[in-house]
């Protein structure tokens, strides 16, 4: 009994620790994408990555890097106004609303957006693996 209840405290003490990652994670991507810094952003972003934006388009990685990379996809300001973390093992759910100032294809756009972003954790590490915007009335 005494053995499961330590476990019990033992977990719940670091969930705390695995939300903070998260939310340095999110902020530390807020910085990536302004900053266009794109080492980060390709070891940030999983493999895998399904990178949905506002506008119904979904990329892959490469197709999202080659985008930012080209100045086709740019991000000026990107600010969390609240961030709501629900932590799943080895993955962990951001559900965030936040202001985005940028251009796209040549289009500049300021929204406010609600954003769901799916982190995973692989060999220690925090990978984004999905994310997805939808736009809100402002």
């Given at each position: 009994m005494w053995k499961a209840t330590l476990s019990l405290l033992l977990l719940s003490a670091a969930l705390p620790a695995q939300e903070a990652e998260i939310r340095k994670a999110e902020s530390a991507?807020?910085?990536?994408?302004?900053g266009r810094d794109f080492a980060a952003l390709e070891a940030m972003y999983a493999?895998?990555?399904?990178?949905?934006?506002?506008?119904?388009?979904?990329?892959?990685?490469?197709?999202y890097m080659d985008r930012i990379r080209q100045g086709l996809q740019r991000y000026d300001d990107v600010k969390h106004e609240s961030v709501r973390v629900v932590l799943h093992g080895d993955t962990a759910i951001a559900h965030c609303f936040l202001r985005m100032r940028g251009k796209s294809n040549e289009r500049s756009f300021d929204d406010h957006l609600m954003m769901m972003h799916v982190w995973v954790k692989r060999a220690g590490a925090w990978k984004l693996a999905a994310h997805q915007t939808t736009k809100l009335a402002d």
């Open positions: 991507w807020a910085a990536a994408v302004q493999d895998e990555l399904i990178y949905a934006h506002s506008s119904g388009v979904v990329e892959s990685k490469r197709q």
